[in-house]
């Protein structure tokens, strides 16, 4: 194709990236030195290698979970920006955003000051030909009463139709945890075992997958055609789309990223492929037939699936075998562990050594997409089992139980933003995601969003380059970290017997992969009484429009399993904790000493050859004023006269929600295995 013959030749300058990247490589050796052992996983290197090449990888920022007007909700809530207008946002162009005027000209424009390296459009495959339909008038049906009432009650539409689209397979075929209410006038499964679409799709739907095609259609040409389009390997898109499944609006969704541009004629869609696992076997069924298709999914924010997005049985019932487990793991290496719907790292309320005060991170107060519909009836509070860090210890028991660790899952961060606007995540420019909540077609001022939202998180892969192919076997190896939104540049190795001075040396980053595995890998057979982590972090240095706060300190969090219960700790091993660092709350000026960069070679005092467990990385800012503080002071609110402040900022004054936060990131984590280390 034209986007491989690009990449054959011509000049390429470092990637957006790359200035960070050198400055890291002068405090620990990062963009040189030797290379790391040889990934098998990796594809081999088709495509020309770009000037910014280093074996020893580098980190490229970008966001995963972008969402355009060819998803129904983002449509509903007047986003008209397209895959097309998302990619030149994503590369630093400026773009207008809702609410329009009578004209149809964005009142609000948005731009990033940092462009990203890589980006991938995901609109919600479900009801892709059922908005084509409704929104183009070249269609027959468009004049049909279910079309009409898409345009002119588009809030109420995307309730009705949305629960057409996720439906609710009939029991026990897909256990439902107890408590939850049932809702008897969903569509269920039907005798196909797909769930009906919309009456004017027509028989099987055909008529809404034919129209389907338009939507997709223009997200693989937008992708191909933003792929590299400077020719100096700047910036790299993915063809992706979001397999959409929310029964009773319990968020089981997930990211379906592609490696190349051959993917399949349709992309599965939750009503056809009502379960995860018949998604993979579609993807395996139609990827298997065309050679150079190859994907993985991501599940994202699993803090709203009220306990089920880390269900271990299948969907008949039946507990995991060692052969689906398998699946799982080779089918999701990668999980979104914050975006703009919240943390989804811990909650912190239950288990052995379930004592951590971060935890309370941006978290939202519900637990499934519901969010406050409906006065909280279809919702509840948070639930332990939804969060990461407990499915990490869930699957090291079931690795224990069946020999396979189903959970096995590194971390990332995006935005989910509904309006087109790929790693709009700081939070003094924040213009809202709308999937939220707040509907910005009929925004007239106030909180760019509902107060629990927040910016979101970004992507980081590590790897040899910016090309498709470097960033895929990225994410297939783990190699990989989440952020709250800011950029600081995080390394993470295990091993047994890294030098305890390893800090100060240039080779940081050579030893680290030559006596050890980076993040998101398992540990090597040991070689001394305990593992060592050597871990560094370079603050965000910021830009001109985007603050950022100095380093505050690293932890490492372990998760074990001794006998068949679960424990975790969180050890401070870098920075300071108590360096007095504050936020002045009438002006958001920060005070205190932080760090610029921290490093360290850690030693677990706890470690216990007989028992597996897992250690990731996360790096811990000083405080800044949260986005609607920002908001709340720039637009002068005074709460001390209640009412004298406007509806729409009438959140200012509430005090559930924190006035600051903490940014920071997580690394993928790496896992001691002791049957495996034994057998190497």
Known sequence: ??????????????????????????????????????????????????????????????DL??????????????????????????????????????NGNALRTTQLARPLDFAAVTDHAELFGEVEICTNPEYVEYYLAECLLYRAAPEQSFIIFNLVAVGLPELPQFPVPAGVPL??????????????????????GQRCL?????????????????????????????????????????????????????????????????????????LDAQCGGLEGCDYLTIPHNSNLSAGMMFETRDRFGNDYTAEFAQ?????????????????????????????????????????????DRFGGANTGPPLEQDFLRQALKAGLQQEQRIGVNPFKYGFIGSSDTHM???????????????????????????????????????AVLWAEQNTRESLFA??????????????????????WDYPADLCGRGDFVAVGYAQGVPMGGDLPAPQSDAPRFAVSAL????????????????????????????FERVYDVAGDPDNGASVDLETCESRGSGFGSLCTVWTDPDFDPAQAAFYYARVVENPGCRWSTRQCLAAGIDCSDPDAVPEGYADCCNADYPKTIQERAWTSPIWYRPQQSAAR
């Open 210 to 282: 034919t129209a389907a095609q338009t939507p997709w259609t223009d997200i693989q040409q937008a992708a191909e055609a933003y792929y590299d389009r400077s020719g100096d390997c700047s910036f790299t898109t993915f063809v992706g789309y979001e397999w959409t499944g929310a029964p009773l609006s319990n968020n089981l969704h997930r990211n379906v990223i592609f490696a190349s541009e051959v993917v399949p004629a349709l992309p599965p869609a939750y009503q056809e492929y009502p379960r995860e696992e018949l998604l993979w076997q579609a």
């Open 1 to 62: 194709m034209q986007t491989s013959d690009l990449r054959k030749g011509g000049r390429a300058r470092p990637p957006k990236g790359a200035g960070l990247c050198l400055a890291l490589g002068l405090l620990l050796g990062a963009c040189g030195g030797s290379a790391p052992p040889e990934d098998v996983s990796a594809p081999p290197q088709a495509q020309r290698t770009c000037d910014h090449h280093t074996a020893a990888r580098q980190p490229f920022f970008g």
């Open 327 to 371: 699946r799982r793991q080779d089918a999701e290496p990668l999980a979104e562990i914050y975006q703009h719907k919240g943390q989804s790292e811990c909650l912190g309320t239950t288990g052995v050594g379930a004592q951590d005060e971060l935890c309370g991170f941006e978290l939202l107060p519900y637990n499934n997409l519901t969010g």
């Open 474 to 495: 990225a994410m297939r190896r783990r190699e990989a970290y989440g952020t709250s939104g800011t950029r600081p540049i995080v390394r993470f190795f295990g091993g």
């Open 420 to 458: 087109g606007t790929p790693g709009n995540v700081i939070e003094d420019r924040f213009t809202g995601h709308a999937g939220a909540g707040l509907n910005p077609a009929d925004y007239s001022g106030g909180l760019t969003d509902v107060i629990e939202a927040s910016p979101g998180g970004l």
């Open 65 to 102: 979970h972008v969402h355009t007007r060819y998803s129904l909700d983002a449509n509903t809530q007047g986003t008209v920006v397209g895959p097309h207008e998302a990619y030149r946002f994503a590369t630093g162009e400026p773009l207008g955003i809702q609410p329009y005027d009578e």
């Open 539 to 566: 603050r965000d240095p910021g830009f001109a429009l985007e603050p950022t706060q100095p380093l505050q300190r690293i932890q490492i969090i372990k998760g074990w399993v001794e006998g068949d219960q679960p």
């Open 183 to 204: 809702v008897s006038d969903l569509p269920v499964v039907g005798s196909n075992g797909k769930i009906p679409r919309l009456p004017y799709c027509g028989v099987d």
